[in-house]
T-cell receptor, first 116, second 111 residues
């Protein structure tokens, strides 16, 4: 159980375009989802916390107008990177809070974004 | 000083060895401790989850938490080449709360 999927797994886009990444909890309902980015050989950096039906909470230094998060249902959250630039190239990973006895986070497989 | 310190490695061991991975932390409010395994270009996979101090065993994996020393460990017995990955410790102040990660230790188990 506790499977989280992400789509797409990899995306290459031109500078200035917008990219949408989907995160789905497949076998459980997630009231809270988290979005992280990870640079090569570095740990995960939390970008924002997303609660179903409400606005996302962004970490310090993360531009909310740049990284749009929508959590419209208990199984789906989306991250849109608007007007992407080469410095936005990174590995984006979502996680979903499962609730229950452990109530910890289960991670998706990640999306590798390359902006040319 | 980072909230969570973890040696990035790389750590190279022969197949069958016992591996010890560690993290130290500074925030005494952390109550929940996790170990994740991350293969290259993949998302982290939850390995172990412990609450407060003590030991927890699951197959070849044992997690230890010493809150008095602010020190957590993950032991891997009979290590296999398939264990080669980056191991991330993570902790939070409450179940389901924001996780604070270590930098990850890269482990390589060689034949």
């Amino acid at each position: 159980g506790a499977v989280v999927s992400q789509h797409p797994s990899r995306v290459i886009c031109k500078s200035g375009t917008s990219v949408k990444i989907e995160c789905r909890s497949l076998d459980f309902q997630a009231t809270t989802m988290f979005w992280y980015r990870q640079f090569p050989k570095q740990s995960l950096m939390l970008m924002a916390t997303s609660n179903e039906g409400s606005k996302a909470t962004y970490e310090q230094g993360v531009e909310k107008d740049k990284f749009l998060i929508n959590h419209a249902s208990l199984t789906l959250s989306t991250l849109t990177v608007t007007s992407a630039h080469p410095e936005d190239s990174s590995f984006y990973i979502c996680s979903a809070r499962a609730g229950g006895p452990t109530d910890t986070q289960y991670f998706g497989p990640g999306t590798r974004l390359t902006v040319l | 000083q980072k909230e969570v310190e973890q040696d990035p490695g790389p750590l190279s061991v022969p197949e069958g060895a016992i591996v010890s991975l560690n993290c130290t932390y500074s925030n005494s409010a952390f109550q929940y401790f996790m170990w994740y395994r991350q293969y290259s270009r993949k998302g982290p996979e939850l390995l172990m989850y412990t609450y407060s101090s003590g030991n927890k065993e699951d197959g070849r994996f044992t997690a230890q938490v010493d809150k008095s020393s602010k020190y957590i460990s993950l032991f891997i017995r009979d290590s296999q080449p398939s264990d080669s990955a980056t191991y991330l410790c993570a902790m939070s102040t409450g179940g389901g709360n924001k996780l604070t990660f270590g930098t990850g230790t890269q482990l390589k188990v060689e034949l």
